[in-house]
T-cell receptor, first 111, second 111 residues
């Protein structure tokens, strides 16, 4: 089945730094989504991407839908302590398909 | 405000007991999902339902059961056949190919 690959499992950065996360697949996806999960809570949608090549921003977050439709990246600029959490990528392969999730990257921000 | 509500937030189960986790949404979404989350393992799909009175097994359905008698409700029963039920359980709903909306989760612990 389809898989989304996120690595590394954990990232540690200093407050104020930028960080970039990748999500890759061997399959083509029609939609890419990025979620953030705070400790003890459910994931919350950060950014949704619907077209190959699309670049979308949401505050300090920027995400892109790869031109091959097999990858996406999320960039967080000027990190702050509340950016800590697990970041999941997810995607749809076709109409009415279930979302496929990556295993997530746990981000830690040192003050 | 529309949303998806999971209850209880924390649940304790004795060995050999069945327990039911509640999930209710008022988003008018057709599809609903149950995921299990263990540290470092991402989100694993237990069951999903795309319409009322119909549901399908996900990747780890053994030891779990669900029902979908109303569009708004998708309860999950963790049965005594589930040998390792301690985990964080997440419910989600969606409309077609849009992203999932998650509840805030239920943490189940076997005592």
């Amino acid at each position: 089945g389809q898989q989304l690959n996120q690595s590394p499992q954990s990232m540690f950065i200093q407050e104020g730094e930028d960080v970039s996360m990748n999500c890759t697949s061997s399959s083509i996806f029609n939609t890419w989504l990025w979620y953030k999960q705070d400790p003890g809570e459910g994931p919350v949608l950060l950014i949704a991407l619907y077209k190959a090549g699309e670049l979308t921003s949401n505050g300090r977050l920027t995400a892109q839908f790869g031109i091959t439709r097999k990858d996406s990246f999320l960039n967080i600029s000027a990190s702050i302590p509340s950016d800590v959490g697990i970041y999941f990528c997810a995607g749809h392969t076709g109409a009415n398909s279930k979302l496929t999730f990556g295993k997530g990257i746990t981000l830690s921000v040192r003050p | 405000d529309g949303g998806i509500t999971q209850s209880p937030k924390y649940l304790f189960r004795k060995e050999g007991q069945n327990v039911t986790l509640s999930c209710e949404q008022n988003l008018n979404h057709d599809a609903m999902y149950w995921y299990r989350q263990d540290p470092g393992q991402g989100l694993r799909l237990i069951y999903y339902s795309q319409i009322v009175n119909d549901f399908q097994k996900g990747d780890i359905a053994e030891g779990y059961s669900v029902s979908r008698e109303k569009k708004e409700s998708f309860p999950l029963t963790v049965t005594s056949a589930q040998k390792n039920p301690t985990a964080f359980y997440l419910c989600a709903s969606s409309h077609r190919d849009y992203g999932y909306t998650f509840g805030s989760g239920t943490r189940l612990t076997v005592v």
